[in-house]
């Protein structure tokens, strides 16, 4: 199963790559991507290994705090529906940045942007790989390095050779393999259960793993997050959380360069309801793989050699149990999938927000000097923060703490690109120095708090900063510094002058980039 999804995907890449003929082509897979098709790529892009293994795991030990993971992943696309998705596909481009600098100072925006997409996104990649080296290692048995450096070579043949039409193509086939893994695996805990959802809430009222434990009540909040286990700050941590992934999701660059493959903002609204219509039945069945574990599997079945909790093998466990070899295999190659998809889509937003941004804009001011070039810095970038994510990934090892990574992802998206999104949006007077400022700040303000937090250098003991979410003090911070640097500095009336014809052109797509044909 693994061999035939890469050649699949191999193959889909080799018919891409001989329609990457410009950068639209390459950058935007030509905008000709329908609203279901990206619909379907984004909830690719969007449910990672983190989702479909690491959720399910949470449910399984911490019941409902577990779940409300699934609620703020489902939630966060509330945000990017009605602030992020129309403007950001009329008035940009290729990246983030192209929305910021339609208005303002366009060198110091997209420098400063750049740099967050490119921390963004390395830290969400390397987070990915190291779970992808676990994972496999676990899955099949290939040891960590090799298992870390297969996926990265398989991402770079994809991002480097195919662009962003054969990282959609990969994305849309991991969707569609994840969906019906997903469904067949809800389907035998309910069969297991005798199709009767009040006997499989009141197992779950009082899980007790097959018999092997005592019984508890996983649909009892407080599990995970309750001062009776985390202390004080867990419930105010549960807060930040929350605040992290409803507003990072609309600040994360893999998933805002999805939205200019379409062709105008109406499929761009559209392709947000299809992903929001399969993310939210996805999360919803994450509810039947951590629950039904909890109720199905024997304890030491989902557990590491030295007891503690294994929570990535809780779904892959779980199929095996209940649909024998043949069906873990299935879901082994569809958490294969997953990972190459979203680390696809990664190296995707990375690679071109340094070629369009920093290196044709801010080097070259928005002139291509030779034909190509800025696909072929692409592809040079793509290669080399790849290799770097491999080497860090490899040098850390799989005792890093994974979920460490992803958390300072989402904060720096919700922290430093959100606040500047929406202010350069709906705010007439918010001017260059404000943007520069809203990006800094969140952008340190994130990764201080992050490194200072439990999860950070000091470990939980000694932790300066006591919640693992840096949101509710980073996020804040980020539109405290954005609206500072506009008022205390000067009015800048060029920008002022812009506002309406970024509105207009925001909401109604007048002039926005159309779609190409090769």
Same mark, same amino acid.
């Given at each position: 199963?693994?061999?035939?999804?890469?050649?699949?995907?191999?193959?889909?890449?080799?018919?891409?790559?001989?329609?990457?003929?410009?950068?639209?082509?390459?950058?935007?897979?030509?905008?000709?991507?329908?609203?279901?098709?990206?619909?379907?790529?984004?909830?690719?892009?969007?449910?990672?290994?983190?989702?479909?293994?690491?959720?399910?795991?949470?449910?399984?030990?911490?019941?409902?705090?577990?779940?409300?993971?699934?609620?703020?992943?489902?939630?966060?696309?509330?945000?990017?529906?009605?602030?992020?998705?129309?403007?950001?596909?009329?008035?940009?481009?290729?990246?983030?940045?192209?929305?910021?600098?339609?208005?303002?100072?366009?060198?110091?925006?997209?420098?400063?942007?750049?740099?967050?997409?490119?921390?963004?996104?390395?830290?969400?990649?390397?987070?990915?790989?190291?779970?992808?080296?676990?994972?496999?290692?676990?899955?099949?048995?290939?040891?960590?390095?090799?298992?870390?450096?297969?996926?990265?070579?398989?991402?770079?043949?994809?991002?480097?050779?195919?662009?962003?039409?054969?990282?959609?193509?990969?994305?849309?086939?991991?969707?569609?393999?994840?969906?019906?893994?997903?469904?067949?695996?809800?389907?035998?805990?309910?069969?297991?259960?005798?199709?009767?959802?009040?006997?499989?809430?009141?197992?779950?009222?009082?899980?007790?793993?097959?018999?092997?434990?005592?019984?508890?009540?996983?649909?009892?909040?407080?599990?995970?997050?309750?001062?009776?286990?985390?202390?004080?700050?867990?419930?105010?941590?549960? @807060? %930040?959380? !929350?605040?992290?992934?409803? /507003? +990072?999701? #609309?600040?994360?660059?893999?998933? *805002? =360069?999805?939205?200019?493959?379409?062709?105008?903002?109406?499929?761009?609204?559209?392709?947000?309801?299809?992903?929001?219509?399969?993310?939210?039945?996805?999360?919803?069945?994450?509810?039947?793989?951590?629950?039904?574990?909890?109720?199905?599997?024997?304890?030491?079945?989902?557990?590491?050699?030295?007891?503690?909790?294994?929570?990535?093998?809780?779904?892959?466990?779980?199929?095996?149990?209940?649909?024998?070899?043949?069906?873990?295999?299935?879901?082994?190659?569809?958490?294969?999938?997953?990972?190459?998809?979203?680390?696809?889509?990664?190296?995707?937003?990375?690679?071109?927000?340094?070629?369009?941004?920093?290196?044709?804009?801010?080097?070259?001011?928005?002139?291509?000097?030779?034909?190509?070039?800025?696909?072929?810095?692409?592809?040079?970038?793509?290669?080399?923060?790849?290799? @770097? %994510?491999? !080497?860090?990934?490899?040098? /850390? +090892?799989? #005792?890093?703490?994974?979920?460490? *990574? =992803?958390?300072?992802?989402?904060?720096?998206?919700?922290?430093?690109?959100?606040?500047?999104?929406?202010?350069?949006?709906?705010?007439?007077?918010?001017?260059?120095?404000?943007?520069?400022?809203?990006?800094?700040?969140?952008?340190?303000?994130?990764?201080?708090?992050?490194?200072?937090?439990?999860?950070?250098?000091?470990?939980?003991?000694?932790?300066?900063?006591?919640?693992?979410?840096?949101?509710?003090?980073?996020?804040?911070?980020?539109?405290?510094?954005?609206?500072?640097?506009?008022?205390?500095?000067?009015?800048?009336?060029?920008?002022?002058?812009?506002?309406?014809?970024?509105?207009?052109?925001?909401?109604?797509?007048?002039?926005?980039?159309?779609?190409?044909?090769?």
């Amino acid at each position: 199963m693994f061999t035939g999804f890469v050649a699949l995907t191999l193959l889909i890449t080799f018919w891409a790559a001989k329609r990457n003929t410009g950068a639209s082509a390459y950058f935007a897979a030509g905008r000709n991507i329908t609203g279901w098709q990206n619909g379907l790529a984004v909830a690719g892009d969007y449910m990672s290994a983190a989702s479909f293994l690491g959720i399910s795991g949470m449910i399984c030990f911490s019941g409902y705090d577990g779940f409300m993971y699934s609620v703020g992943f489902l939630v966060a696309y509330i945000t990017v529906l009605l602030i992020v998705a129309e403007p950001l596909r009329n008035a940009g481009k290729y990246t983030m940045a192209d929305l910021l600098a339609y208005r303002l100072s366009p060198r110091p925006v997209r420098a400063m942007a750049s740099l967050s997409t490119l921390t963004v996104s390395t830290f969400y990649m390397i987070a990915q790989m190291v779970g992808a080296g676990v994972i496999i290692e676990r899955l099949i048995g290939l040891s960590f390095a090799p298992a870390v450096i297969g996926v990265g070579v398989l991402m770079l043949v994809y991002v480097v050779f195919g662009g962003m039409l054969a990282t959609t193509w990969v994305q849309i086939i991991k969707a569609l393999l994840l969906m019906a893994g997903a469904i067949l695996l809800s389907y035998l805990v309910l069969q297991y259960h005798h199709f009767s959802l009040a006997g499989f809430f009141d197992a779950v009222s009082k899980a007790d793993y097959a018999g092997t434990a005592e019984p508890k009540n996983l649909l009892e909040p407080g599990l995970k997050f309750g001062v009776a286990v985390a202390g004080k700050w867990g419930p105010l941590d549960l @807060v %930040s959380l !929350g605040l992290g992934l409803v /507003l +990072g999701t #609309a600040g994360l660059p893999h998933i *805002l =360069v999805r939205f200019y493959t379409v062709p105008d903002a109406k499929t761009a609204r559209s392709s947000v309801v299809w992903a929001m219509a399969i993310i939210g039945i996805f999360y919803i069945m994450t509810t039947f793989f951590g629950f039904g574990a909890a109720t199905i599997l024997k304890k030491a079945l989902i557990l590491t050699e030295t007891g503690a909790p294994n929570p990535n093998m809780v779904a892959p466990i779980l199929a095996q149990e209940l649909g024998g070899e043949l069906f873990f295999a299935f879901i082994s190659a569809v958490a294969f999938a997953t990972i190459l998809a979203v680390v696809a889509g990664l190296t995707m937003s990375a690679s071109a927000s340094f070629a369009h941004d920093f290196y044709s804009n801010v080097l070259h001011h928005g002139k291509e000097n030779r034909p190509g070039a800025e696909v072929k810095v692409a592809r040079i970038t793509a290669f080399i923060v790849g290799a @770097v %994510s491999i !080497g860090i990934a490899i040098y /850390l +090892g799989p #005792a890093v703490n994974a979920a460490f *990574l =992803v958390g300072l992802a989402f904060a720096v998206a919700a922290s430093a690109n959100l606040p500047v999104i929406i202010f350069s949006v709906f705010w007439k007077r918010f001017n260059t120095t404000g943007a520069v400022a809203g990006l800094v700040t969140g952008l340190v303000s994130a990764i201080v708090l992050i490194l200072l937090s439990p999860n950070g250098l000091f470990g939980k003991a000694g932790a300066p900063f006591p919640l693992e979410n840096p949101g509710i003090v980073s996020i804040p911070l980020g539109f405290l510094a954005a609206y500072l640097g506009t008022i205390l500095t000067p009015r800048d009336l060029e920008a002022e002058a812009k506002f309406s014809e970024l509105t207009v052109r925001a909401h109604t797509g007048l002039g926005a980039e159309k779609a190409t044909h090769h």
